[in-house]
């Protein structure tokens, strides 16, 4: 159990440690970082949960763990965090049900809106000027009175970004971090993880982007896309909630 707890703070204290290699460390480096930090809290919570419950009919072994425990505690202790740990798997349960719902439900309203524009790109009358949505067979949506105010070359960045998106499966690597962190808050550094990796997602989609044009047109064209995306899109501007 004394290695799992120390293992749990390391995972608690990752996205800290992580976010001051921001700018020095490649982008996927530290989105892996963020991804790992959450997915070790969770494995230490339930091997700490299955030591306790086993101790727990074993009173003295018990004691052991926990120093300080009067004997007729075990019990009552173990049960606590299996209680906890339900909490904690049905707080990130509820938050996938929540973003996959949101997610299909504007993917199937901006295609029902949406005339074909290109393999994988659609045209809809979104807020932003460019957004991508879905999980599994994530789709592109141009916003065109927004996108034909773009010069050519601001053009071919924002699809450049999007196209990162859906290459790069930003949107699961998303899903994963709500999910996982949904149910560790208010735990340290669940919060930040989240945030952390949604920046750094843009920043690979950004790029590839500069690989296909330049880092003086993607700056303009995000100034460009300053309006930010819709519900359950990943876009130019930055992230939805």
Known sequence: MT???????????????????????PAAAIVAGHVASPVLVWLCVVAVTVDAVGAAHRPA??????PG?????????????????????GRSASAWWRT??????????????????????????????????????????VNPER????APDERAAVLAHERGHVRGRHGLIDLLMRTVT?????????DLGRREVRRHLEALADDRAVGLTSRRTVATAIVAAAAPPPPGALGAAGWST
């Open 100 to 141: 996959v719902a949101t997610i299909r439900a504007a993917r199937r309203r901006y295609l029902a809106m949406s005339s074909s524009a290109a393999p994988g790109v659609a045209f809809a009358p979104i807020g932003s000027v460019a957004c991508t949505v879905g999980l599994f067979r994530p789709m592109v949506f």
């Open 61 to 66: 072994a018990f004691l052991e763990l926990v």
């Open 69 to 89: 425990v009067a004997g007729g505690y075990g019990p009552p202790a173990g049960y606590a965090l299996t209680a906890a740990l339900l909490l904690m798997i």
């Open 182 to 190: 949904a149910g560790l808050r208010p735990l340290p550094g669940a």
């Open 147 to 150: 996108y034909k105010r773009l």
């Open 3 to 25: 290695v799992a707890l120390a293992l749990m703070v390391l995972g608690m204290s990752a996205p800290y440690l992580l976010r001051r290699f921001g700018g020095r460390t």
